[in-house]
Every structure is written in C-alpha cells, then in structure tokens.
Nanobody
Framework: QVQLVESGGGLVQPGGSLRLSCAVSGSSFSLAVMGWFRQAPGKQRELVATITPGGSANYADSVKGRFTISRDNVKTTVYLQMNSLKPEDTAVYYC?????????WGKGTLVTVSS
C-alpha cells in the first residue's frame, strides 16, 4: 500500500516562500511520476507541477518561474519550493504518485497566502 504524507503548508505573506514536502512509503518511488496539484475553495483540482523518474519537470503556466519541483529518490520524498507567493496560490496542495494505472494521493496540506 502506497502512502503519501504532505507537510510544510501554512500561512505566509504575499511575496513570501514555503517549501512543501511529500514523504512516500510502500512504493517503487524511483519509478513513479510524482506531482503536486492544488484545489482552491470552490474550484476544481488543478495540476501545479510534475517530475518524472529521470527528473524532468513540467509546470502550470501560473507557477512557472516561481515554483520548483524536485525529488530525492533515496529519501523517497518529493518537494515543491514556492517563491513569490500570491494570494491566488491559496489552496490545499496535494501530492500525487503515478505508475501506469496506479494513482495515489496524499491528504493535502493547506497553503494560505494573505497579509
């Protein structure tokens, strides 16, 4: 059973930074495409960033140049460094693990950007 546990969310002022972590257990982490998604109140869940087993990253246009996704295959953890945060980045952020048809989600961590 694959388990994903996110951490690092919180309240931050506009222009600030946060780093989210997602620890993964019970999995072939190094073979998985890992991703971060987010869901703002009243909106659908949307892709933020993904990273392949080889380390290739893909970003939503709204976060390009501000967010960086990375992974540590030894620690089986994926990270999301978020800089220059904006109020519109406020959402619950979810970690995603995908290998073929296997698709798992964490429970999410809340990020609130507000002065």
């Amino acid at each position: 059973q694959v388990q994903l546990v996110e951490s690092g969310g919180g309240l931050v002022q506009p222009g600030g930074s946060l780093r989210l972590s997602c620890a993964v257990s019970g999995s072939s982490f190094s073979l998985a495409v890992m991703g971060w998604f987010r869901q703002a109140p009243g909106k659908q869940r949307e892709l933020v960033a993904t990273i392949t087993p080889g380390g290739s990253a893909n970003y939503a246009d709204s976060v390009k140049g501000r967010f960086t996704i990375s992974r540590d295959n030894v620690k089986t953890t994926v990270y999301l460094q978020m800089n220059s945060l904006k109020p519109e980045d406020t959402a619950v952020y979810y970690c995603n693990y995908r290998i073929g048809s296997m698709n798992y989600w964490g429970k999410g961590t809340l990020v609130t950007v507000s002065s």
